[in-house]
């Protein structure tokens, strides 16, 4: 399937309010604990999205936009996260998802992309040359992966309490798929 | 980590919510394809938990608790949703199942379950004996797992629209868990 803005926008919409109806008041049991060491809970990965907001995402289509392939992006850090957003609360990080998902989709719509923008070209660190209709619609199935895993590192949370019903239980036959 | 029923109310009450922020008037390219012959869309996986809402999850405490293991759970029919809620719009079915649910948390709740009564054991037709606990964890990790399908499922149709970036998105590289 083709990729088509709106229905990118339309999905990058949701995701915020999404997690804030799944996440919000949950008790910390589901998400402040991860799948073991050195991988993230649900609150880890609320920082990553908002990582990704401020460093990833619209930075990178300025980029593109602007300088085209003569300027490579700056490599995305996966674990920039770990350093910013400390002592937060998890209600106060997905205000600030959402607020900055907000901000970024204004500034994305206001560029009236056409066609042909979305066909420049842009240079990935390791991915080499790159079109911004790629890099949004990546932005999206970020989004999913991360909603993915979210519901993976919950899961493994009741491995033990669903008993023998587990083997039917595709999320926790799911081992992760991400390299590290 | 043990079971822990208030945890999993928490839960249970969330994902009506979650899938409605998620899936209400998104346009269809997300919500009715699916990943190919004999796979689910998201709008079959809601069908599907509006069924388990009314022949599974209750109905078989409803058992447990008048029964105990003297009397099989009927086996749940897991294409049984595709008879029913034909010709019923996304809206409509994200609607039944919220009503549902709520009402099946209301009914859960007014039990006011004991621990021992968390104890209590049925009888699964395929696996054997299991006790209300596991019955009831089980109902919170298979919305997680039905999450887990319908990021899959969504990130799928922008399988190729992502470009090389595909090989960095963990959701494009599950190939589900779940037996058919």
Same sequence: chains 1, 2.
Avoid at 117 to 125: A, F, M, T
Wanted: charged share 25%.
């Amino acid at each position: 399937m083709e990729h088509n803005l709106q229905h990118t926008i339309s999905l990058l919409t949701r995701t915020p309010v999404a997690l804030n109806a799944l996440l919000r008041d949950l008790p910390e049991t589901w998400t402040v604990r991860n799948e073991g060491e050195s991988t993230w809970s649900a609150f880890d990965v609320v920082r990553h999205l908002i990582h990704g907001e401020r460093t990833d995402w619209m930075p990178r289509a300025r980029i593109v936009l602007q300088f085209g392939e003569t300027q490579t992006f700056e490599p995305f850090d996966r674990w920039g996260h770990m350093r910013e957003y400390q002592g937060m609360l998890l209600g106060q990080l997905l205000d600030e998802f959402a607020r900055l998902r907000s901000e970024n989709l204004s500034e994305l719509r206001a560029l009236k992309l056409r066609r042909e923008d979305l066909e420049r070209r842009g240079r990935h660190p390791a991915l080499g040359v790159v079109t911004l209709s790629e890099l949004l619609a990546t932005w999206a199935v970020h989004d999913l992966t991360h909603l993915h895993q979210i519901s993976r590192v919950m899961a493994h949370q009741y491995r033990e309490a669903v008993g023998p019903w587990s083997g039917y239980l595709g999320v926790l036959q799911c081992a992760g798929h991400s390299s590290p």
